[in-house]
């Protein structure tokens, strides 16, 4: 396979993608008309990053207050850990496909879809961070005179960051790689090129892929830097 | 009203309150049986009340019972005059201080900022925070310095010390603690008990303290309750009086058949007049020491050797003598070292435990104050002065 | 709409799929009800094949992850300077989306099921390997001390003591591993390898469709899953089961 890997063909490939992200190229489907290019690949990019935003932060503003609020009180764990298997289960395709079939195409509905794709990691994630703190702490922040959402904001969301940062991160990645499949239901996005060897040709398939791996990673990235950036140095000790 | 917008003295001022019980009742849900039952009971501002019973007895609960951490069904409390009942929960709760047995750290908080939580939301201003943090830093023993580290850096002995310095942060008054040197080894928990007093006698707040241990209590109470299952007290009174008169045969049995053996906590090693032993230092002249040793009026026959602090290091032995000068390595270990604040069972345990005649005995400081013995402590007790002690000990509470 | 030769190309392979027993159109989607229980009586049978293939992806390439994944936790169980990078490693496998690694790995590997299981595996590696790692973490060092004590070797300790142990975290990594990868799978069809993605492609636009081919991945993953909490539970008579 490394032999492969380093063959020429593959090399081509990898070197046929560059061109394709950075020069417009000749389509033959098109007739005429180039494809191709930093504007059309940048173009794609950035829907398929609006989408996977907008749907990141409807995800979040169902998820995360729910899950805050069953953790603190302790309730529904049950119902939170079964929505997140079953939000696991979910074949995107399915979701999409019946999406569009049955209520439509467009933004705003692709972006309920994946929402309800980002919704159970982050509630579980959420609940079982905040409900795990330690029991003791919470009591003596409780003692010492922290109203509830006091307790909440000072203590228990501090201290559950890594656990809450996991379920936002899982999240990202399931719409990332749904949000790929949009022009199934009708957005743009950089699966137009993945999945239309057709117009774009090879190269621009591949460059497709190649593009949202970096997008994916990014976004990881970012979100991992964020994670330490807002934990504790006292908790990182404590994992030490 | 609230003393914590009072300025910042640990010493004299009365920042504590009495706390009363008047029918304190706790029901769960519809169990016939009460956690708490009609608890009626007065704690006199200053005093350390103890809350001491067997496992369920519902100490615990009576102890939260006025933070409001669990809520009365029946009955009032009042500190300081004031109703528990009419009082926000989280307002109340910062006007108490809290110790558990687990502590409770916040772990993604410097010590520093652990210590001032309460103030943070009292709103202190950040200068008068970090003030009252350094000063209670060194109250309660550590370095100032520590304050910036986190409590996974520190030992348990540590935290457990750092735990109260924060429940005194915004001077309470009154303070809640439950089994708070419980998890400790029995070393560290005598010494942290010994320290605890002393912070007592400067800061005079009043403590209810929640154990299952009698004779914790007996040491750290002013007085005690004694505390059957059912929620319901036994005996309330001074240690001394549970010690000489329990009220029945539940406080009987659970004080213990050594009865006798723990007056000997209501006394401390302070009451007793210690022997003096010649004190010795490293590289003098030894003939120097020979010559105190030979000194008509010498109690104690054997040389300790100290440092320039005046803390002992060791005792001199004849061979140790025999050179020129003092040298920097006794012969003899030190043995058990006993602090003049220790209560005088802990002392004759350490005695018979080390097998030492003499046992050296420093101050908080760790300087020499005196000598004891098991000698001493039975001439001590044989005295007519120890009786007198023992006698108004029922009336007093500890000092 | 996307371009419209994009749509061209899915209608094709559709029309392969369909194209045996119905002549133009669809009896059932012309009324545009949301589940036509006659044809879906009528023509059940026709995913035979794609859940057969399915459940072959699935299959292989969670025991391909597994084998891989557990051979390096073992592997950075007693390296531990080997963990930060493995983690990274599979951690960025996680992250690329699936279907985008179908289309890298196209030029090496070419299309067809091959590739969708390089793809599929790759996905289970991080998190199979990083609950095998907590998992023999989390054993109590009294625990292996004991054994040390009564002369068991090394890999005795390894595989009678530690893994045994592990096995809870050892379980839920597979079990979260297998509902994932049977989700997943429904895109293998982009990269040539079948599944339950395929008959979804084909008919893109027919809901009957759409829904029997959903819920038999969901009932496929609920299977996997509740088959394995329960295997979990037989092989670890000791604990009582923790959720994940």
Redesign the interface.
């Known amino acids: 396979m490394i032999g492969a890997l380093l063959s020429s063909p593959a090399l081509a490939s990898i070197g046929g993608a560059i061109e394709f992200i950075f020069a417009p190229q000749d389509s033959s489907v098109t007739g005429g008309r180039q494809v191709g290019g930093f504007d059309q690949v940048v173009e794609l990019t950035l829907s398929q990053l609006e989408l996977t935003l907008l749907a990141l932060g409807l995800s979040l503003l169902v998820a995360l207050p729910l899950g805050l609020y069953l953790g603190h009180r302790g309730t529904g764990e049950l119902f939170a850990v079964v929505l997140g298997n079953v939000g696991r289960a979910i074949p995107e395709l399915a979701l999409i496909a019946f999406m569009a079939a049955a209520i439509g195409v467009g933004v705003l509905n692709l972006t309920i879809a994946l929402a309800v794709l980002g919704v159970p990691p982050i509630l579980a994630n959420t609940f079982v961070g905040i409900h795990q703190v330690d029991r003791a702490t919470v009591d003596a922040a409780r003692g010492m005179g922290m109203t509830e959402f006091e307790i909440l904001r000072k203590v228990e969301i501090p201290l559950a960051v890594p656990t809450l940062f996991a379920g936002v991160r899982g999240a990202t990645i399931a719409i990332v790689a749904t949000a790929t499949i949009a022009p199934l239901a009708g957005v743009e996005s950089l699966g137009d090129f993945i999945l239309g060897e057709n117009v774009y040709g090879s190269n621009g398939v591949l460059a497709g892929a190649i593009v949202v791996a970096l997008l994916a990673l990014t976004l990881e990235f970012a979100f991992a830097g964020l994670q330490r950036l807002l934990t504790s140095p006292g908790l990182k000790l404590r994992s030490a | 009203m609230p003393a914590a917008e009072a300025t910042s003295q640990t010493q004299s001022e009365p920042g504590a309150s009495s706390v009363r019980y008047e029918g304190a009742t706790k029901r769960y849900g519809d169990s016939a049986k009460p956690a708490v039952d009609g608890l009626t009971l007065e704690v006199p501002a200053g005093e350390i009340c103890v809350l001491v019973g067997p496992s369920g007895c519902g100490k615990t609960t009576a102890m939260r019972l006025v ?1 409001r ?1 669990v809520d009365l069904t029946e009955g009032d409390i009042l500190v300081g005059g004031e109703s528990v009942r009419d009082r926000e929960p ?7 201080g ?1 110790v ?1 047995q ?9 010590i520093a900022e652990n210590i001032g ?2 103030p943070q ?1 009292l709103g202190w201003k950040k200068e008068r925070t970090a003030a009252r943090t350094a000063e209670l830093l060194t109250l309660i023993g550590l370095d100032p310095e520590l304050g910036a580290r ?4 520190l030992s348990g002995g540590q935290q457990q010390r750092v ?1 109260v310095a ?2 005194l942060a915004a001077d309470p008054l009154v303070m ?1 603690m439950d089994e708070p040197f419980g998890a400790i080894d029995p070393i560290n928990r005598e010494r942290l008990q010994n320290e605890f007093l002393r912070l007592q006698a400067q800061v005079r707040k009043t403590v209810l303290f929640v154990t299952h241990d009698i004779d914790e209590a007996i040491k750290m109470g002013d007085r005690i309750a004694v505390m059957r299952e059912g929620g319901k007290v036994a005996q309330y009174a001074t240690p001394a009086e549970i010690l000489m008169s329990p009220a029945d045969e539940f406080v009987e049995d659970f004080v213990g058949a050594d009865r006798a053996l723990k007056r000997l906590a209501l006394m401390r090693v302070s009451d007793i007049d210690l022997w003096e032993a010649p004190l010795a230092h490293v590289g003098q002249a030894t003939a120097e020491v020979r010559a105190k040793l030979a000194a008509p009026d010498v109690e104690v026959a054997y040389p300790l050797l100290v440092d320039s602090e005046r803390r002992p290091l060791g005792w001199l032995s004849a061979r140790d003598l025999a050179a020129e000068t003092v040298p920097a390595r006794p012969d003899s270990p030190l043995g058990p070292v006993i602090e003049r604040d220790d209560v005088m069972r802990d002392a004759l345990a350490d005695l018979l435990q080390g097998a030492a005649q003499y046992a050296p005995v420093v101050d908080a400081a760790g300087r020499i104050a005196g000598v004891l013995s098991v000698e001493i402590i039975s001439e001590f007790l044989g005295s007519s002065r120890a009786k007198q002690e023992e006698r108004s000990a029922v009336e007093r509470p500890h000092d | 709409m996307t371009d419209p030769s994009l749509v061209a190309a899915v209608g094709e392979v559709g029309e392969g799929f369909f194209k045996e027993r119905s002549s133009d159109t669809l009896p059932c989607q012309a009324t545009d009800a949301l589940f036509c229980w006659d044809w879906a009586r009528e023509n059940i049978d026709r995913y035979g094949t794609p859940t057969v293939q399915h459940l072959e992806l699935v299959v292989i390439s969670v025991v391909l992850g597994f084998a891989v994944a557990f051979a390096l936790a073992l592997l950075a169980h007693r390296r531990r300077w080997l963990q930060p990078p493995l983690l990274a490693a599979t951690g960025v496998l996680y992250t690329i989306p699936s279907i985008a690694f179908f289309f890298l790995l196209l030029p090496v590997t070419g299309r067809g099921r091959d590739t969708a299981i390089i793809a599929l595996s790759a996905y289970t590696l991080q998190i199979i390997y990083r609950n095998t790692v907590i998992g023999l973490a989390n054993v109590p060092s009294s625990v292996k001390e004991a054994a040390r004590g009564m002369g068991l070797t090394e890999r005795q300790i390894l595989w009678k003591v530690e893994v045994p142990l592990a096995r809870p975290e050892i379980f839920a990594g597979l079990q979260i591993a297998t509902v994932s990868t049977v989700a997943i799978a429904t895109l293998a069809v982009f990269a040539g390898g079948g599944g339950l993605g395929a008959p979804i492609k084909a008919a893109i636009n027919f809901k009957t469709n759409i829904i029997i081919a959903g819920s038999i991945a969901i009932l496929m993953a609920v299977a996997f899953g509740l088959a394995l909490v329960t295997a979990q539970r037989l092989l670890t008579p000791w604990k009582r089961a923790e959720t994940t």
């Not at chain 2, 989280?90 to 108490?96: D, G, N, P, V």
């Open positions: 933070n951490t989280a307002r109340l709760r910062r006007e108490i809290y558990i687990q502590i409770g750290l916040f772990p993604h908080r410097t939580a309460v939301l986190y409590p996974a850096q735990g924060r429940a809640l």
